[in-house]
């Protein structure tokens, strides 16, 4: 009986440590989006959102990977357990936790519009009146569009964001509208700063907005959830969130 005990103890042991080291899979949409995710020249994954997702796994002392799929399927891809969680600047909002939970925000953006350097400036439906706007599909900002544009301008969707910064850019739509830090972004590169600008941020309405950027996660995955609330907050309480946000941006992205 006592040797059983043992036996039954020591194999416990194994099933938990095996547990605390099992491989986390993130999910990321397989396109670039600068300055939080995108390939270098080898094909690795890298950027700020990457390099928070590695400082998150190691205070969770998690072995992690990346398994990268179109934007549009990343919730279907999580709920067929393809991968673990979504890491890949979705914002948190209550449509999307109809469907999947969402650990705490761990950065925050506003939307805006940016569009030719000829046009109008200004972000409110009259700004944009009988104009094209390109829009990434299955976006907080196409249910913004819907809401508060749709009576005014047209709508181009796009399964890539650098589909819409091309269009754009030959000037066959007249707007962008996303996430403010990756529109920035663009504006900066080559192929944006001649022809675009920033046209303004959108009002705000956080019910379509969201409450700011998540990882998305099964429902019934509270273990996992928990643990990565608790390694977002470790990360930001000693400052390599900061370390990592100093190398990308000169601002706190974590927001209001």
């Not at 080291?21 to 020249?41: I, L």
């Not at 969770?60 to 890491?87: H, N, Q, R, Y």
């Not at 979705?90 to 939307?111: A, L, Q, V």
């Amino acid at each position: 009986m006592k040797l059983l005990s043992i036996l039954l103890a020591g194999a416990a042991l194994s099933v938990s440590s095996a547990a605390a080291n099992a491989e986390v899979r993130f999910g990321v949409m397989n396109e670039a989006y600068p300055p939080f995710f995108t390939k270098d020249a080898s094909g690795k994954w890298v950027g700020w959102e990457i390099e928070l997702m590695d400082a998150v796994c190691a205070e969770m002392k998690e072995t992690c990977s990346i398994v990268d799929m179109s934007w549009d399927g990343l919730i279907p891809g999580l709920e067929a357990k393809k991968f673990d969680v979504i890491w890949s600047s979705m914002s948190i909002t209550d449509e999307r936790k109809k469907t999947i939970d969402f650990t705490g925000k761990y950065y925050n953006t506003p939307s805006k519009l940016i569009g030719a350097k000829d046009g109008e400036t200004g972000a409110s439906p009259d700004d944009v009146a009988g104009k094209t706007i390109g829009i990434q599909v299955s976006t907080i900002q196409s249910d913004y569009y819907k809401k508060y544009f749709a009576d005014k301008a047209s709508e181009n969707t796009y399964t890539t964001l650098d589909e819409a910064f091309q269009d754009l850019s030959a000037g066959r739509i007249d707007y962008v509208f996303g996430d403010s830090i990756p529109l920035s972004e663009f504006l900066k590169s080559d192929f944006g700063k001649d022809c675009c600008e920033d046209k303004g941020n959108v009002k705000d309405d956080p019910a379509i907005l969201g409450s700011g950027i998540g990882g998305g996660l099964r429902k019934d995955d509270h273990a996992l959830l928990e643990k990565l609330n608790a390694a977002i907050a470790a990360v930001r309480a000693n400052g390599k969130y900061a370390e990592i946000s100093k190398k990308y941006f000169d601002f706190d992205p974590y927001g209001e």
